[in-house]
Structure formats: structure tokens, C-alpha cells
T-cell receptor, first 114, second 110 residues
Framework: EAQVTQNPRYLITVTGKKLTVTCSQN?????MSWYRQDPGLGLRQIYY???????DKGDVPEGYKVSRKEKRNFPLILESPSPNQTSLYFC?????????????FGPGTRLTVL | QQPVQSPQAVILREGEDAVINCSSS?????VHWYRQKHGEAPVFLMI?????EQKGHDKISASFNEKKQQSSLYLTASQLSYSGTYFC???????????FGAGTRLTVKP
């Protein structure tokens, strides 16, 4: 089944404790992206990647890192999480064509930083 | 650079129509529409490329006015299943990163 998976789905952590949220897709998509969703603000892009070893900042990259060592995986790293990073996070992937194509979203990761 | 959506929220009765607007301060290459039901991930509806094309499936259609830098999503004869939050996403260049609007919450009541 074609899908985007994220782990963990729920995470409660404390300020400063490094964490990684994994994202994997099995559709051979070139494009992958991370978004955070906060009430009233919609989906804000954190980082995106158009291919292996190619990553770019989105709108809200501060406090986050990503890597794209393999086509299928795009982990999101929070080196020193802070309470303002409490949010719902979505990973998405897409084929690249004339424009971005349909983005397939993962199920989301709800992160709480205490 | 984030597109602006209006209205923020709308409540309809089954069978009524609705229009959701998405406007940008920059010239757009494409507009994407997604729907998100409560507690779920966003799901793709359609993409419109510059050129003023209109697309649709079933009773949901959209237009893209390149000159006005805006797109509108039309929901006709709304059904209960249309309830959710609708997001427009925009690209200002081909294969550029996506910017989503803040969303429009649509509630359809019986």
C-alpha cells in the first residue's frame, strides 16, 4: 500500500532533550516536506527536499534540522526542543513534474514539549 | 508569502453552496486545494496551473485567476461529508516550495 509513515505518532518530552521524528515513503517520490500545524495558523512548512542530499528551508526552520540521505526517508530532528515547538507535525511526499503534484501526507505526530 | 483565505469559517445546511477564496500578494505558478477532516491528515482535492483553467470533480470545482493572483473553490449542493477545513497551497515558481493558507473551516449541517 502506497503510504507515508511517521513515528512516533505521539510524543511527550522535556525541554532540551534531543528527539527525532522519522518519516518514510514507499512511492519513490522525489519531493518530501515537513509541516507544523498550529490552531489558526494552518500548515507552515519547516523544511523541504527535492532530492537526496538536497534540502531547503521553509517558512519556520529555526530549531529544526533535517537530512535526506536516502530517497525514502526524511527525518526531522529537534536538537534542543522548547515548549514553543509543541505542535502537530506532518510529513508529506510528492512526485515532481511541471509543478508539485499531489502531496501525500503522513498521519501526523503530536509533540508536546514540557 | 502565505496566501490569505476567506472566509475563515462558514456554516451551511445540506444542499447549500459555498465559495472559498485564496489570494496571494505574489504572482502564482500553481494553486493546490486540500481538505482536512478533524483528527486526520490533509487530503488532496485538485491542482490548478497558471492559465486561468478551471477544474472540478463531482460537485467541487475551482478556478484560478492568474491576473488577480487568486483562486476560488466552489462547493455545490454541499453534503455532510464536505465538512472539514479547506486549505489552499501556492507555488510562486515551478517546483517551488509550497505555502499553505490558514484554512477555512466548513461545517455542513443536516
Amino acid at each position: 500500500e502506497a503510504q507515508v509513515t511517521q513515528n512516533p505518532r505521539y510524543l511527550i518530552t522535556v525541554t532540551g532533550k534531543k528527539l527525532t521524528v522519522t518519516c518514510s515513503q514507499n512511492m519513490n517520490h522525489e519531493y518530501m516536506s515537513w509541516y507544523r500545524q498550529d490552531p489558526g495558523l494552518g500548515l507552515r512548512q519547516i523544511y523541504y527536499s527535492m532530492n537526496v542530499e538536497v534540502t531547503d528551508k521553509g517558512d519556520v526552520p529555526e530549531g529544526y534540522k533535517v537530512s535526506r540521505k536516502e530517497k525514502r526517508n526524511f527525518p526531522l530532528i529537534l536538537e534542543s526542543p522548547s515548549p514553543n515547538q509543541t505542535s502537530l507535525y506532518f510529513c508529506a511526499s510528492s512526485l515532481l513534474g511541471q509543478s508539485l503534484n499531489e502531496q501525500f501526507f503522513g498521519p501526523g505526530t503530536r509533540l508536546t514539549v514540557l | 508569502q502565505q496566501p490569505v483565505q476567506s472566509p475563515q469559517a462558514v456554516i451551511l445546511r445540506e444542499g447549500e453552496d459555498a465559495v472559498i477564496n485564496c489570494s496571494s500578494s505574489k504572482a502564482l505558478y500553481s494553486v493546490h486545494w486540500y481538505r482536512q477532516k478533524h483528527g486526520e491528515a490533509p487530503v488532496f482535492l485538485m491542482i490548478l496551473l497558471k492559465g486561468g483553467e478551471q477544474k472540478g470533480h463531482d460537485k467541487i470545482s475551482a478556478s484560478f485567476n492568474e491576473k488577480k493572483q487568486q483562486s476560488s473553490l466552489y462547493l455545490t449542493a454541499s453534503q455532510l461529508s464536505y465538512s472539514g477545513t479547506y486549505f489552499c497551497g501556492t507555488e510562486i515558481r515551478s517546483n517551488n516550495d509550497m505555502r499553505f493558507g490558514a484554512g477555512t473551516r466548513l461545517t455542513v449541517k443536516p
